[in-house]
Nanobody, 125 residues
Framework: QVQLVESGGGLVQAWGSLRLSCATS????????MGWVRQAPGKEREFVAA????????YNADSTQGRFTISGDSAKNTLYLQMNSLKPEDTAVYYC??????????????????WGQGTQVTVSS
């Protein structure tokens, strides 16, 4: 198992930047596919980005491509999400999540096995 704790959310103006962090403990996060998922009020959870440590591949949702970058520090067991050029529609609770290999498409939030408690990101216009 792996435990996940997010931090770094807050209030930012449109076109601003934030960096989210996800501290992990337990089983090494390099064992999993690690991702970020968000949920806006009244909406379903939405895939944001993911990274596969096995081959270093990174994946982004179309809505975050070119603006959000997922990365990690295996020595610190910490996952990051650098968010630039934020828009009001990026406002949501952002969750760090871990997917066991073979669980399914990394683009589908319900395939992730472990979740953090979430951190609120609010972008004002």
């Amino acid at each position: 198992q792996v435990q996940l704790v997010e931090s770094g959310g807050g209030l930012v103006q449109a076109w601003g930047s934030l960096r989210l962090s996800c501290a992990t403990s337990g089983r090494s996060f390099s064992t999993y596919i690690m991702g970020w998922v968000r949920q806006a009020p009244g909406k379903e959870r939405e895939f944001v980005a993911a990274i596969d440590w096995f081959n270093g591949a990174r994946y982004n949702a179309d809505s975050t491509q070119g603006r959000f970058t997922i990365s990690g520090d295996s020595a610190k067991n910490t996952l990051y999400l650098q968010m630039n050029s934020l828009k009001p529609e990026d406002t949501a609770v952002y969750y760090c999540a871990a997917q066991s290999r073979g669980a399914g498409s990394l683009y589908i939030p319900r395939t992730y096995d472990y979740w953090g408690q979430g951190t609120q990101v609010t972008v004002s216009s």
